[in-house]
């Protein structure tokens, strides 16, 4: 019995050492991303498009995977329809007359992929390139802080009617749907008058609508933009795009987990563009601050930013900050990685330090690793009140310097990379490196 106690006690001190780094970032007794994400979508080919799609659909339609599907323009679900898409299926945005799926208020989509076999949205072009169509927009009637807790969304579309456009309501458990194992390619389509289209537009969506596992590759506009509503997320996976991978705003009350955001110096644009936005407004003439202000509970994601040299890339202003939070907008973000910015996070520097800010941006548990510095409020360099608030220990954040295949389980597999911390070969601790 002597001996076999203190094995008990050094087998519960590893395992629950494991546990309290692998619980950091996103997490799964498997690596979740096999099967149903694609990291190489241009070597994969569709074939050519036997079914058509323009227009309004106005009755209940099912897309079946024996078919692939051509976006021709604006395609408007309306009337209180519901649009499934079997398993499997593949429907092709087209890039001369900009593709685009639209739910409309009332309506519902139920695309639920699978693990083996998840439903595909891509580019109809031979080499295809960020941008290529427009995305898909799901509209709900969950709140939003605008005057008159409604709007629309206008991009150039051109709807039968302008409710087909528009979003918001009074019904925060709107359902639109589900939205599982999907994977959206080479949308967020530029325009000349409206600006960018996002690849998956959530707006005013409610929290029974279902949006897990989800996959946007190389996005000209943001990967995930989610505005107003109260909308669950999980699993989600945002690669390579150009724009914001989320962006937040108008009023959101949203819970976002076990989430990714892989970015490149190479490939993502540097001005303005992050891994996470969380924003209440761009203009406060337009909100209602009677109304709830933007509001996010992140937990168990990774924002990493893949560089073959990060200085190097830093010096000539390639990388930027991972998260940028604006005025009056919440975040309590916990268990999460942010590797490789410059630098991690910056506060908008109309929030002033104080104990009422600071308690409504909470990063506790963080796990802050390779980054040009962490807490910063904007065009200010001294940051050694953010610092010395997040750097507590009552906070446990760690941090870190450690290089990418130290880090993650295999970052560098291009078929089926592995982003979970490597479990006992961190290097990591209280103290922060400047």
Known sequence: ????????????????????????????????????????????????PTQILSGNITQDTKLVKRDTYLLLGSVFVT?????????????????KTNGALIITRGSKIIAEGMETDPIVFTSNRGVKKEGDWGGVFILGDA????????????????????????????????????????????????????????????AGVGSNTVIENVMVSYSDGNSFNIIGGEVNLEKLVSFRTKSND??????????IRNSLAIRSPYVSGSDGSRA??????????????????????????????????LEADIKVGLVKEALYISEDADLDIRKSVISGFNP????????????????????????????NGNIFTENDSNNADLENWYGNSVFFNVYSKGNDTETFIDVNNNRRPDFRLRINKIIASNDRED
């Open 276 to 309: 996470m936005y969380i924003a209440s407004y761009d203009k406060k003439d337009e909100v209602d601050f009677s109304k709830k202000g933007t509001s996010v509970h992140a937990e168990n994601l990774t924002l990493i930013s893949v560089s073959e040299n």
């Open 344 to 371: 991690a996070v910056i506060i908008n520097d109309k929030v002033k330090v104080n104990a009422e800010n600071l308690d409504r941006l909470k990063f506790s548990d963080m796990y802050f690793n390779n980054c």
């Open 143 to 202: 709140p939003i802080n605008k005057f008159g807790n409604a709007s629309s969304v206008n991009y150039g579309l051109r709807p039968s009617a302008f409710e087909n456009i528009s979003y918001g309501g009074d019904n925060t458990y709107s359902d639109s749907g589900v939205f599982k194992y999907v994977r959206i390619e080479y949308a967020g389509r530029r325009t000349r008058d409206y600006g960018y289209f996002n690849s998956l537009t959530l």
């Open 246 to 255: 989320y962006e937040f705003n108008f009023g959101t009350q949203s819970t």
């Open 79 to 95: 009337d209180s329809t519901t649009l499934t898409i079997e398993p499997g299926t593949v429907i092709i945005g087209d890039f």
């Open 1 to 48: 019995m002597k001996i076999f106690t203190p094995t008990i006690c050094l087998f519960l001190l590893i395992v629950s050492s494991t546990f309290a780094q692998q619980e950091k970032g996103i997490i799964g007794k498997n690596n979740w991303l096999s099967n149903w994400t694609e990291f190489r979508p241009n070597q994969v080919e569709h074939g050519e």
